[in-house]
Each structure stands twice: as structure tokens, then as C-alpha cells.
């Protein structure tokens, strides 16, 4: 069966940092574009960081631009989602998600992804 789980949540003040790991069982996330994505108060999900398949290029959305980065792990087949220079309006819960796609570029669209992890809280607060 395949899997995501996500960590690295928690409470951080602002301006912190904070990096979120998504490992997979059951599948290479090798071949599989990954997409991270948050859920805020009150608010849909949202898709902010992706990474493309294999060596593909990452991509963050306005919003994070400049402050979060997507990365790979292969050797342990995991990716991670760092976040610097975090603001209150960051708190929320992150999600990773997977698909297989031979694309090099990835996408934010969260209707496209197949395989979700179950979240992990962040939570960005004085």
C-alpha cells in the first residue's frame, strides 16, 4: 500500500524556521512529483512548493517564494519542505502529496495528485 507521512510540525514564533519531511512506504518517489500544500484556518487548501519528478526543478508559489524550499532525499526516500522566515499567516496544516508523472515540471494543482499524507500542524504564533 502506498504511503505519505508528514513531520517536523509544531509551534514556531515569527521570523522562525521549521522543516517538514514527508517519507513514503511503498513506492520510489523517484518517479513521483510531489506537492506540498496548506490548509489555514477558515480557508481551502492551498498548493504552495513542488518538486518535479527524478531531478525535476522545484517551484514555490508567491506566497512562500524566497522563504520555503522543496527538496529531495532519495537515499531515504523522502522529500522536505523548509521553511524560513515563517509569519503568523504561514500557521496552518501541511499536507504532501504525491503523483506519478513522467513531467519534468511540477504543478500546485491539488486535484491532480493521487496520494496524500495525513498533515502535520504548524503553528506560527509569539
Known amino acids: 500500500q502506498l504511503q505519505l507521512v508528514e513531520s517536523g510540525g509544531g509551534l514556531v514564533q515569527p521570523g522562525g524556521s521549521l522543516r517538514l519531511s514527508c517519507g513514503a512506504s511503498?513506492?520510489?518517489?523517484?518517479?513521483?512529483?510531489i506537492g506540498w500544500f496548506r490548509r489555514a484556518p477558515g480557508k481551502e487548501r492551498d498548493g504552495i512548493s513542488c518538486?518535479?519528478?527524478?531531478?525535476?526543478?522545484?517551484f514555490s508559489e508567491e506566497s512562500v517564494s524566497g522563504r520555503f524550499t522543496v527538496f529531495r532525499d532519495n537515499a531515504k526516500n523522502m522529500t522536505h519542505l523548509q521553511m524560513n522566515s515563517l509569519k503568523p499567516e504561514d500557521t496552518g496544516i501541511y499536507y504532501c502529496?504525491?503523483?506519478?508523472?513522467?513531467?519534468?515540471?511540477?504543478?500546485?494543482?491539488?486535484?491532480?495528485?493521487?496520494?496524500w499524507g495525513q498533515g502535520t500542524q504548524v503553528v506560527v504564533s509569539p
Open positions: 518538486i518535479g519528478s527524478g531531478n525535476g526543478p522545484s
Open positions: 511503498g513506492f520510489s518517489l523517484d518517479y513521483y512529483e
Open positions: 502529496a504525491a503523483r506519478y508523472s513522467p513531467d519534468y515540471v511540477c504543478v500546485t494543482n491539488g486535484d491532480l495528485y493521487d496520494y
